[in-house]
Structure formats: structure tokens, C-alpha cells
């Protein structure tokens, strides 16, 4: 079963940075689309950056936007979420999720459109 492998969170001081990576090991499918979503404790998954791969658009959370980019690296099979200016309150557990449906502009981060998930990453922001 296609799985999706994320790394590079830790721990990290308030305005800091950290660079997510997403990988799919092995010989996968193609996602048209992907994102990055984050779960805090007793709250609901979040949607903060999806686009299209291949060099589409990319969507962010209004909280996130100017501050988090994500790319892609299509040689490594890698996605990235750069997030700079880091605060306490995006303190959480990062998500990868690919699907190999093409979604409107307005479902890229909506949870129920991506059927292929990661384990996670923990990012703690401290002040």
C-alpha cells in the first residue's frame, strides 16, 4: 500500500524555520494533488498548503500565507512545506496526503479529497 513518508519536524525557538519533507518510497503513483494538513490534540485536521503537481498553483491557510511555502522536488519524489517565522500556535502534528484525483482550486485543503496519508511529523514551537 502507497505511503507517504514525512520528516524534518523538531523543535524549534519562535520565529525560527523548518523544512517538512514528504517522500513516497518506491515506485508510486502519480498524485496530481498534494498537501499538507495539521492536528492538534482534540481538534480537527487543518488544511495549510495544498497545489498541483507539476507546477501548479498552491493554496494556503490564511494563517500560514507570506510565512509557509510548499514545493516540490519531482527527481527526490519529494514534497516540501517551508514554514519561516515560526509561532507557538502552529505548535502541532504535520500531515502529508496525495491523491491522484485533480481537484478544484477550492478542495486542495479539504481532508476528505486525499485518500493517501503519511504517519506524521511533530513540529513544537516555543516562546
Known amino acids: 500500500q502507497v505511503q507517504l513518508v514525512e520528516s524534518g519536524g523538531g523543535s524549534v525557538q519562535a520565529g525560527g524555520s523548518l523544512r517538512l519533507s514528504c517522500t513516497t518510497p518506491?515506485?508510486?503513483?502519480?498524485?496530481?494533488?498534494m498537501a499538507w494538513f495539521r492536528q492538534i490534540p482534540g481538534k480537527a485536521r487543518e488544511g495549510v498548503a495544498g497545489?498541483?503537481?507539476?507546477?501548479?498553483?498552491?493554496v494556503y491557510a490564511d494563517s500560514v500565507k507570506d510565512r509557509f511555502i510548499i514545493s516540490e522536488d519531482n527527481a527526490k519524489k519529494t514534497v516540501y512545506l517551508q514554514m519561516d517565522g515560526l509561532k507557538p500556535e502552529v505548535s502541532a502534528m504535520y500531515y502529508c496526503?496525495?491523491?491522484?484525483?485533480?481537484?478544484?482550486?477550492?478542495?486542495?485543503?479539504?481532508?476528505?479529497?486525499?485518500?493517501?496519508w503519511g504517519q506524521g511529523t511533530q513540529v513544537t514551537v516555543s516562546s
Open positions: 497545489f498541483f503537481t507539476g507546477g501548479g498553483n498552491a
Open positions: 496526503a496525495g491523491t491522484e484525483r485533480a481537484l478544484w482550486s477550492a478542495s486542495l485543503l479539504s481532508e476528505t479529497e486525499y485518500n493517501v
Open positions: 518506491g515506485d508510486t503513483m502519480k498524485f496530481m494533488c
